[in-house]
């Protein structure tokens, strides 16, 4: 990755069973502890909520995360889009914002599949109607 920061092999292996075969709800991803590769941080079962899932990103601390977000379309029916978010919180330090940043491109286009993406300061930015209004509008 240009940013010298690789990618676990089982990022993109929990990814495919989220998406392919809804194993997960979501998955939190973070650097470890030399901030030499993306982890899987925490997975979420397959009923966990939306509510859950925004309580894992911590209110100080870079993380990436996947979401199977189902909701209603507009003509009808359900629809389902995986949410790609980064979290940088306005609390959290300068270095793991910078980090997380450059390294998310080159994160994001190895989660082949991801429908929207979110890049969230603060809990406003990530509320489940700013989301669900994206992803409508994605589906269009």
Known sequence: MSSGIAVADDCVTKFNELKLGHAYKYITY?????????VVDAVGGKDATYQEFVGKLPANDCRYAVYDFEFDA???GKRSKILFV???PDGAKVKPKMMY???KSDF?????GVGTEIQATDASEIDY????DKAKKDTR
């Open 30 to 38: 973070t650097l470890n502890a030399d901030n030499t590769q993306v």
């Open 101 to 103: 940043t450059s390294t």
């Open 86 to 88: 980064l979290w940088a």
């Open 74 to 76: 507009p003509e009808g």
């Open 129 to 132: 109607e700013t989301i669900l």
């Open 108 to 112: 994001r286009k190895k989660l082949v």
